[in-house]
C-alpha cells in the first residue's frame, strides 16, 4: 500500500514564515503538485482545449502565473504595469505547450515565495488597493486573495482535465 504524503501545511515545514505568510507559501507549494500530479500528463491539444466552452487548462495554469505577479504588485503597493497589462489581455487567447505553461508557472511561483517571505506580518492592516477601480483592501487580504485566487483556479483546471481525460 502506498504512503499518502501530508499536503504542505501538515508538513511542519516552513516554520521560520510568519503564520500568514507560510499559509500563503504553503498554498502556493500545494497548487504547484496538484496541476503537475493532474494536468503534467496532458498533451498540447488537452491543454489548450476549452470543452464546452469552457477556459483551457493552460488558460487557468497561465492565469494562475500572471495573476501571481499581479497580486503581489498590489500588495507591494504598486500599480500594474504596461506588460503586466499586455500579457494579461493575451491569457485567454494564448496557445502554449506543456513545457512553456509549466516554465512559467514555475517561474511566477518561485518569485512569487521570494516576495512573500519579504512581506513584515507587522504590516497586513496596511491599506491597499486593487486595480485601476482603486478597490479597497489590506495587505493581509491580498495575501490571502493570492492563496484562494490560485487554488480557486486550480480546482477548475483539474476539473477540466479529468473532463478531458474522460474521468
Known sequence: MATTVPEPWLQGTLTDAPAVPRAVLHALELAGQDLRHWCGDLDEEQ???SPKGLPSVGFHIRHIARSLDRLL???EGSLL???QMKALKAELSAHSTANELFTELDSAMASATRRVRTIDPARLE???TVGRGKLPTTLGGLLVH???HTQRHVGQAITTAKF???K
Open 47 to 49: 491543454l489548450n482545449a
Open 73 to 75: 504588485t498590489y500588495a
Open 81 to 83: 504595469n504596461n506588460a
Open 126 to 128: 496596511e491599506v491597499r
Open 146 to 148: 493570492v492563496a484562494d
Open 164 to 166: 478531458l481525460k474522460g
